[in-house]
């Protein structure tokens, strides 16, 4: 393979980028009609060398709700994307050489959770085995848990705890960058926008999203509502079918339907601390952050969830920074080492 050396340069970065195509077979005639042939953007460090004999650890990292792995890489004035730190801290030694993994988890509802649902797909089946099998399969990895790790923004990083306690044994260590937790506390804000919305479209769900994709301006009551139907989806989906699965609130009157809240809360990090606790423990680092003025409340989701952990007997690194949910690629500068720095070398 050569050296895609036009992206480096855009970049400015001294390893290579790669766009990949990864085949799931997870995701195969899922009920929305996403595609199951996958972009997957792979980052390898400067000293990588195909023909030689060093391995290397990976990061997997999980976008947020609304992304995908092309927006990752996007390069803004003044910042860092994921693969721009990584490449600082390997040049100058803060992290040691790994390969970064940037998976694609979009769909037509804005994401996917990293989740396995019967509505959208089996998507944490196709991080943990089609993703994983192909990394290991093309590049010189470390291929086994040790030489493993992944971690998300936002929903990415609820992906990356529901990926550790679901699938223990794939990674060795997580961080979840201002992910989704507590969801009793940051998810029910949304729900009367939602109900809102749906009411105007006769709640017709189907009718909403083609009405979303044809807006060329779209309001933020209209992106809380097709979020929390993304929820629902991974979530509380009630058949295979495109469209067909359960909303956390009565539609006439917009009252908690508590069943279905409960299975939301079957997926909460903070409820599954108890449940997955040998998962969690053989995890070499658990890491949280958050910023302190979270729109969301997710830094009262990353408080509760530290504690949570700590009251099981789990040590956590626990981060809280000055800003709120967005532009914060500048955490990675202590993530990226902290997980790098726990996986197995040679």
């Avoid at 060093?54 to 992304?67: D, E, Q």
């Avoid at 109900?195 to 017709?204: I, M, V």
């Avoid at 139907?229 to 009252?255: C, H, I, M, Q």
């Avoid at 800003?323 to 955490?331: E, K, L, P």
């Amino acid at each position: 393979m050569e050296r895609d050396s036009q992206l480096a340069r855009l970049l400015g970065v001294r390893g290579d980028v790669r766009f990949d195509i990864v085949n799931s077979e997870a995701l195969r005639d899922n009920p929305l009609g996403d595609p199951s042939e996958r972009t997957l953007i792979v980052y390898l460090p400067p000293s990588y060398d195909p023909e030689g004999s060093r391995r290397y650890p990976v990061l997997y990292f999980l976008h947020g709700y609304m992304g995908d792995a092309a927006a990752v890489l996007a390069t803004r004035p003044w910042e860092r994307n994921i693969v721009q730190w990584a490449d600082a801290l390997i040049a100058d030694g803060s992290m040691p050489p790994a390969i970064i993994a940037i998976v694609d988890g979009f769909t037509r509802l804005g994401g996917s959770q990293f989740v396995d649902s019967i509505h959208n797909g089996n998507y944490a089946t196709y991080v943990v085995l089609d993703v994983v099998q192909h990394i290991d399969s093309t590049y010189r990895t470390i291929a086994h848990e040790g030489g493993r790790a992944v971690l998300g923004k936002s929903s990415g990083g609820f992906g990356a705890m529901h990926l550790a306690m679901e699938h223990p044994g794939t990674f060795a260590a997580f961080a979840s960058h201002s992910g989704d937790a507590y969801f009793t506390f940051v998810y029910p804000i949304a729900f009367p926008a939602a109900q809102r919305t749906l009411e105007r479209f006769g709640f017709d769900a189907q009718a909403f999203v083609a009405d979303f994709e044809a807006t060329p301006k779209r309001s933020q009551e209209a992106f809380q509502a097709i979020e929390i139907l993304g929820y629902a989806a991974a979530y509380s989906p009630s058949e295979p079918r495109a469209f067909s699965f359960d909303l956390p609130f009565d539609l006439e009157t917009g009252a908690m339907r508590e069943d279905v809240f409960g299975r939301w809360l079957t997926f909460d990090p903070v409820r599954r601390v108890q449940t997955s606790t040998s998962a969690l423990e053989r995890l070499r680092l658990r890491y949280l952050d958050c910023g302190r003025r979270d729109e969301y409340g997710l830094d009262i989701a990353a408080r509760v969830l530290a504690r949570t952990m700590r009251e099981a007997g789990l040590s956590v690194r626990h981060e809280e920074f000055d800003d709120g949910h967005r532009n914060v690629g500048y955490r990675y500068e202590v993530s990226l080492p902290a997980l790098a720095g726990v996986l197995d070398r040679t």
